[in-house]
């Protein structure tokens, strides 16, 4: 009789439990036609609570309500010898823009990616499933999700170009490592999942919400009137965002229902949504209160 592979003894599992299922050779069950369906009946209704929710968040938006936006570039002048010197800092406001367009912009990204996968990239998505990875939802994210940190950096009370420029760079950093991660294990077996894309994935991550902790507690220490909603969009996104790290875990430790990659896709597209109409309704209502 002639040796069983590590696929021919799962699915030989699976059939004593009264259910076939073929596996690949990285170890997760083969994807069905059925499951590519509710993924993207999935993207479908995303796609459309995205638009909608978007374009009336951008429609709503009091365009007199702006914050300013400083560069800050060290100032100079001469010193006794008439030589130029560099001084303190001295900041220069660039515009005044209501961040809550930031959440109508963030939305509307997440329905062109949702939008796109079900429609005219819907056979590359597919693919990209059958094979553990999602090209399309990295690239999203690297956009959406830096434009949301950068909206919860302004409501902390952090103003400087230059600070929102880093943190929007290092959050797309982490979802690109993110995209590294899943193009470079996509084909190995769960037990060989090579995990440093993973790790260094926390390191931008964390810098960016460094600072903006700094600026929100500076702002709490200086102030006695931050408002509630400022509070709950720090901590209710913080902790929802943290779904999004324990859910790649599980979805590549194969854990569960996490072992089928379209378990773990729509847990990403569930959340995902969940975080962006979070952060874009509690900032519309708290500042159009």
Request: aromatic share 16%.
């Amino acid at each position: 009789m002639p040796a069983m592979t590590p696929a021919d003894e799962m699915k030989e599992v699976s059939s004593s439990q009264g259910k076939v299922e073929s596996f690949s050779a990285t170890g997760r069950p083969e994807i069905s036609a059925e499951e590519l369906v509710t993924a993207n009946r999935v993207n479908w209704a995303v796609s459309f609570v995205q638009l909608i929710t978007g374009v009336v968040i951008l429609v709503l938006t009091d365009e007199d309500e702006e914050f300013p936006w400083f560069s800050i570039f060290p100032g100079s002048d001469e010193d006794q010898a008439g030589e130029a010197r560099f001084t303190g800092p001295r900041p220069d406001e660039i515009w005044e823009f209501n961040p809550g367009y930031l959440s109508g912009v963030f939305l509307l990204l997440s329905w062109l990616d949702h939008f796109l996968v079900a429609t005219v990239f819907r056979s590359v998505y597919e693919d990209g499933l059958r094979k553990n990875r999602n090209v399309f939802r990295w690239i999203e994210y690297s956009v959406s999700a830096s434009l949301m940190h950068v909206l919860i950096a302004l409501l902390s009370g952090v103003q400087s170009v230059n600070l929102l420029v880093q943190i929007f760079g290092n959050v797309a950093t982490c979802m690109l490592f993110g995209l590294a991660f899943e193009v470079e294990n996509g084909a190995r077996p769960l037990k060989d999942v090579n995990w440093l894309s993973f790790y260094l994935g926390w390191i931008p991550y964390m810098f960016a919400w460094a600072t903006i902790f700094a600026y929100f507690f500076y702002a709490v220490d200086n102030s006695d009137d931050v408002p509630d909603w400022v509070w709950a969009i720090i901590f209710v996104i913080f902790i929802i965002n943290m779904a999004f790290p324990i859910a790649t875990a599980l979805q590549w430790r194969g854990v569960g229902k996490f072992k089928n990659y379209v378990y773990g896709e729509i847990t990403f597209i569930i959340v995902s949504m969940v975080s962006k109409q979070l952060l874009a309704w509690i900032n519309f209502g708290g500042s159009q209160g």
